[in-house]
């Protein structure tokens, strides 16, 4: 972000913010707190980063994610250390962040980025052994949908070493730069390119592994690199 964008925008009603940690500051007319907007940024990730601290500093750990309804999930090992101080109620801010652009201005100091980006504080809640498996039933279709329906579904040893936790969406908030440069008008004129270089998540076509490339792919891999069948 830019330093014009800070001074050239006005501020926003922050109102709506959820809480004092989720109120945006600077540039707030980008701030969102509607659940369309979190949830449409959310279900377009496939890793978050949890941010904690504990007794050897504060970390931030790159972790998949998936949501479903209000909540945000993760799972790993029961011997992960994130998890572990996850289900004692440890504090934590987990961010997801789609970068969609770079933004080429006039002036060195004017160079921004576009990028739609998500905030969530709170404390994770263990999922109970009930739920397990139907939440990771739900990982697996948020990853390919119908592929839970072909594979061999996690045995008792495997969901037994396997933690699964959930954090409330209700303290959220997030982010959204779009458009152009924005040059002070003492720049623009300046003999120079200025524009938007987009840039995007982009699926390539799937690479079989080498002992099933005599088996035909599913129409969800299929479709992968295709999804408008163009």
Known sequence: MSLADAVNEPAADT??????????HRVARR????????HAILDEAYVCHVAFADEHGVHCIPTACWRERDHLYIHGSNGSRM?????????????????????LARSAFNHSMNYRSAVIYG???????????AVLDAFMEHIAPGRRHEVRAGNSKELAATTVMR????????????????????????????GVLPLTLAPLPPVADVAAQEREAPAYVKAWANPRND
């Not at 404390?123 to 498996?133: C, K, P, T, W």
């Not at 409330?168 to 120079?192: A, C, F, Q, Y």
């Open 83 to 103: 998890l572990r101080l996850a289900a004692e109620g440890a504090q934590v801010c987990v961010t997801v962040t789609h970068l969609d652009g770079l933004v």
């Open 31 to 38: 701030a969102h707190y509607d659940a369309a907007t979190l």
């Open 167 to 194: 954090i409330s969406l209700e303290e959220s908030v997030t982010k959204i730069r779009t458009g152009g440069p924005k040059d002070d008008e003492e720049d623009m004129n300046r003999p120079v390119w200025a």
């Open 123 to 133: 404390v994770f809640e263990v999922v109970s052994e009930a739920h397990r498996g």
């Open 15 to 24: 109102s709506a913010a959820p809480s004092p940690r989720t109120r945006v």
